[in-house]
């Protein structure tokens, strides 16, 4: 019997509608920097968020990505696990997205394809943007990492001594292709770079 071909350099990119859009626009440029090959799905919400948040013709983000998919075509192809890839990530993922993914009944491809990445137990990387969370939240929350997804709040990294929001966004999103094994250059590791293990901060140094 033939062994199956490696799994394509290939990653589903879902952009919700919650707060922090950039964190999708900037996967989607680090990944085609590292020549892997991303297909991205919107939701209806996502791109009026673009509006508020950003300047980025929504024409213009689509252009990012290898292949774009409708949020209604559930006969995308990656709608099904015989559709081979390395995973998906959804930054930012809504509350809504992540409890539809919890539940399994998935409404869009958004979280169809979130589905499908579950049941063939590839990975899912589920960039939350919500605080506080109630129980509710964090029960669905539970339900997921059982089911074998990873939930990665967009926490920023003050060790790393960011100059700007754009060092915070590239952090936390190069953490998170970490675990696909994807280094795209832009994370400061601890113990890797000597800068960021300087002195120890005095309390009356911290304004």
């Not at 968020?49 to 990656?78: C, G, N, P, Q, W």
């Not at 390395?86 to 958004?110: D, F, H, N, Q, W």
């Not at 790393?160 to 060092?167: F, T, W």
């Amino acid at each position: 019997m033939n062994s199956l071909e490696p799994v394509p350099r290939r990653l589903i990119v879902g952009i919700s509608g919650a707060s922090g859009v950039m964190y999708g626009v900037r996967l989607l440029q680090l990944l085609r920097n590292a020549g892997v090959e991303t297909h991205l799905v919107m939701s209806a919400t996502a791109e009026i968020t673009f509006a508020y948040e950003t300047t980025l013709k929504i024409a213009d983000v689509k252009a990012m990505a290898h292949t774009h998919h409708r949020i209604d075509d559930m006969a995308a192809s990656i709608s099904s696990g015989s559709f081979r890839t390395a995973g998906m990530i959804i930054a930012p993922c809504s509350v809504r997205s992540m409890s539809e993914i919890a539940t399994g009944v998935t409404t869009t491809l958004l979280t169809r394809a979130a589905d499908v990445t579950l049941k063939e137990r590839r990975r899912l990387l589920l960039m939350v943007r919500e605080s506080p969370l109630h129980t509710g939240h964090l029960r669905n929350m539970t339900a997921l990492s059982e089911m074998g997804a990873i939930i990665a709040p967009p926490v920023p990294a003050f060790y790393a001594k960011p100059d700007s929001l754009a060092d915070m966004v590239d952090h936390t999103v190069g953490r998170a292709l970490d675990l696909f094994d994807i280094d795209v250059g832009v994370v400061s590791r601890w113990g890797e770079q000597p800068e960021l293990r300087s002195r120890p901060v005095k309390r009356d140094e911290i304004s």
